[in-house]
């Protein structure tokens, strides 16, 4: 690749193919590539990397302070918490479609923030941004808007 290609790519932000040149040209020789199967490939190739970099750009705008997903709730310290019907909610995730709140409610060390962090990974994940904020952030936001 010459540099004035490299400056293209670069400029056009081709990084996938700028970064995988040499690669996916081997993968075109050896599959015996068409030139418009080689042009689809790449094409996917890249469209693969540009989802992939603007997940992680969203996880790293939301401010999620861990990452706590599903999988890993430890339901069993929460005997009150219907595992079932927050799994349902979840696995549904029609709560973003039908623009529903869900609301967290009880004492501290419930997992409440567990959950809405969940949750708001899972929401990221499907290709929404989200933002998470610390209840006192928010309530200091709150009043300086009153202010403005």
Do not use: C
């Amino acid at each position: 690749m010459d540099d004035e290609l490299k400056h293209k790519l670069r400029y056009i932000r081709f990084n996938g193919l700028f970064g995988n040149w040499d690669r996916w040209l081997e993968v075109a020789r050896k599959g015996n590539f068409s030139h418009t199967r080689l042009l689809k490939y790449v094409i996917e190739e890249e469209h693969k990397l540009k989802k992939e970099n603007s997940r992680k750009m969203r996880l790293k705008r939301a401010k999620i302070p861990e990452m706590l997903v599903m999988e890993t709730f430890p339901f069993r310290r929460q005997p009150k918490l219907s595992r079932k019907k927050v799994l349902a909610i979840y696995d549904a995730f029609d709560y973003m479609s039908k623009h529903q709140n869900v609301i967290w409610i009880g004492p501290t060390g419930t997992g409440k923030t567990d959950l809405a962090t969940a949750f708001l990974i899972q929401a990221i994940e499907h290709g929404y941004n989200g933002r998470f904020i610390p209840f006192p952030e928010l309530v200091e936001t709150l009043y300086k808007s009153v202010a403005d």
